[in-house]
């Protein structure tokens, strides 16, 4: 160690000296060495002809994709667990939720529990045999922080759906088609994951309520789940494979082949991270589980 009164003043003596005690000298960038080393870049690309790219691993690719969606999740999964909150009769429409600013970046305050409530509801399937109409609700009967959760459900499906870019670049006339064919099936699959992980055969939701209609698709779903312990890396990745369809026959070319493009991206991934984690004879059983999901 040198004392800095100790230290010499002169800069090349100082520089000699730390070499001396076992410096590596290639480790000081210069401002020169800087700019040799951008002229030498630019001659060498000057005479392959091709630009410099950069490389980056499939391994690295795939991983980055997937916590772009574990991301995504988490944001909606705090939206579902937050304050924010609107009434069905708000008079919201498609488009106007598809033209609102997202609240998925947004930081809301949790909700509470609900506590004291009650709502009598028939089974689906009794109105439907019956052509029993469902019920009028009087929204002002229930606490502000009730959740009525088949439309706050739709509400931040959504917003999750409009957070992705390539969305964004389609029409706005097969952007209300996707919103139609695969809200219900994104519905049922978060819920289904979310009851799941906190250990529940029925389907709950983060306000403590509980689904109150018996739909044996969903159920079946949540016993797929346990049945191959599902991870949340291969859930983020069958949610995203449900929402890039491009077998509807409603939306237009050019939207086909965009959904097409991000589906292979999502299956291969997908793919990779089965292969990780299952072995070769467990992968045929596992991935027919995972199609029966979605």
Same mark, same amino acid.
């Given at each position: 160690?040198?004392?800095?009164?100790?230290?010499?003043?002169?800069?090349?003596? &100082?520089? %000699?000296?730390? =070499?001396?005690?076992?410096?590596?000298?290639?480790?000081?960038?210069?401002?020169?060495?800087?700019?040799?080393?951008?002229?030498?870049?630019?001659?060498?690309?000057?005479?392959?002809?091709?630009?410099?790219? &950069?490389?980056?691993?499939?391994?690295?690719?795939?991983?980055?994709?997937?916590?772009?969606?574990?991301?995504?999740?988490?944001?909606?999964?705090?939206? %579902?667990?937050? =304050?924010?909150?609107?009434?069905?009769?708000?008079?919201?429409?498609?488009?106007?939720?598809?033209?609102?600013?997202?609240?998925?970046?947004?930081?809301?305050?949790?909700?509470?529990?609900?506590?004291? #409530?009650?709502?009598?509801?028939?089974?689906?399937?009794?109105?439907?045999?019956?052509?029993?109409?469902?019920?009028?609700?009087?929204?002002?009967?229930?606490?502000?922080?009730?959740?009525? #959760?088949?439309?706050?459900? *739709?509400?931040?499906?959504?917003?999750?759906?409009?957070?992705?870019?390539?969305?964004?670049?389609?029409?706005?006339?097969?952007?209300?088609?996707? =919103?139609?064919?695969?809200?219900?099936? *994104?519905?049922?699959?978060?819920?289904?994951?979310?009851?799941?992980?906190?250990?529940?055969?029925?389907?709950?939701?983060?306000?403590?309520?509980?689904?109150? #209609?018996?739909?044996?698709?969903?159920?079946? =779903?949540?016993?797929?789940?346990?049945?191959?312990?599902?991870?949340?890396?291969?859930?983020?990745?069958?949610?995203? *494979?449900?929402?890039?369809?491009?077998? #509807?026959?409603?939306?237009?070319?050019?939207?086909?082949?965009? *959904?097409?493009?991000?589906? &292979?991206?999502?299956?291969?991934?997908?793919?990779?991270?089965?292969?990780?984690?299952?072995?070769?004879?467990?992968?045929?059983?596992?991935?027919?589980?995972?199609?029966?999901?979605?």
């Amino acid at each position: 160690e040198h004392k800095k009164q100790k230290r010499r003043k002169c800069r090349a003596c &100082r520089f %000699r000296r730390c =070499v001396e005690e076992g410096m590596n000298p290639n480790a000081i960038v210069t401002d020169k060495r800087k700019l040799d080393l951008k002229d030498f870049s630019e001659k060498r690309q000057h005479l392959l002809g091709v630009p410099l790219k &950069r490389i980056i691993l499939s391994e690295n690719r795939a991983f980055s994709s997937r916590e772009e969606l574990l991301y995504s999740e988490c944001r909606i999964q705090l939206l %579902r667990k937050s =304050v924010h909150n609107f009434r069905p009769d708000c008079g919201f429409t498609m488009d106007s939720l598809l033209d609102k600013f997202t609240p998925m970046g947004t930081s809301s305050p949790e909700m509470p529990l609900l506590t004291n #409530w009650s709502m009598t509801l028939m089974d689906i399937e009794y109105h439907l045999n019956n052509r029993v109409p469902l019920p009028v609700i009087d929204y002002n009967k229930y606490p502000s922080n009730f959740k009525f #959760w088949f439309y706050m459900d *739709l509400v931040y499906h959504m917003a999750w759906i409009s957070s992705f870019d390539f969305f964004k670049t389609l029409e706005r006339r097969d952007q209300k088609t996707i =919103v139609k064919m695969v809200s219900l099936q *994104l519905m049922i699959l978060t819920t289904s994951y979310f009851s799941y992980r906190h250990k529940s055969s029925s389907c709950i939701f983060p306000d403590g309520s509980f689904f109150v #209609w018996n739909t044996d698709h969903m159920f079946d =779903v949540i016993r797929n789940c346990f049945e191959i312990e599902l991870e949340e890396e291969e859930y983020v990745l069958i949610k995203m *494979l449900l929402l890039c369809n491009p077998t #509807w026959q409603q939306l237009s070319p050019a939207t086909r082949f965009v *959904l097409a493009s991000v589906q &292979r991206k999502f299956t291969s991934v997908l793919l990779d991270y089965c292969l990780v984690r299952f072995t070769h004879l467990s992968l045929n059983n596992h991935s027919e589980k995972s199609r029966q999901i979605g």
